[in-house]
């Protein structure tokens, strides 16, 4: 096992391409309940927010390119529902795989999130189905 001395990367954070960081704030900060960590000054172009000590980066650009996508690992699927029902568009429905029980919905700028627990139990798993 590797010490935190031995250790040279201290974290990976999702960065997403979005039209308006001050919209995009708005979203995470109100419907998906993120806190706005830093970068909300009038000439910011860059801010993070995060949720439960987990954090992703907003940048704003002005061409729209390919969206990005954060997988987001949950300790239950109780943020389904949640995202659901304050109308987030919902780009896949709940489906259970091996990997995880997952869902995903995307951001204003059209940008993936892909929520995912640990995969259901008492569900089949959708990959190993036999045709």
Not at 49 to 55: E, F, K, N, P, T
Request: some cysteine; hydrophobic content about 40%.
């Amino acid at each position: 096992m590797m010490s935190r001395a031995d250790r040279l990367v201290e974290c990976t954070i999702p960065v997403l391409p979005v039209q308006d960081l001050k919209r995009s704030i708005a979203f995470y900060t109100e419907i998906l309940e993120f806190r706005l960590d830093w970068g909300s000054g009038a000439k910011d172009t860059v801010c993070s927010v995060s949720r439960d000590g987990c954090a992703i980066m907003l940048q704003q650009s002005e061409v729209a390119g390919t969206p990005a996508w954060a997988w987001i690992g949950l300790e239950d699927d109780s943020l389904f529902d949640l995202y659901a029902s304050r109308g987030v568009k919902v780009k896949q429905p709940p489906r259970n795989f091996s990997w995880a029980y997952e869902m995903k919905f995307e951001d204003p700028d059209g940008n993936v999130l892909w929520l995912g627990t640990e995969p259901k139990n008492d569900l089949p798993l959708e990959d190993r189905q036999e045709s």
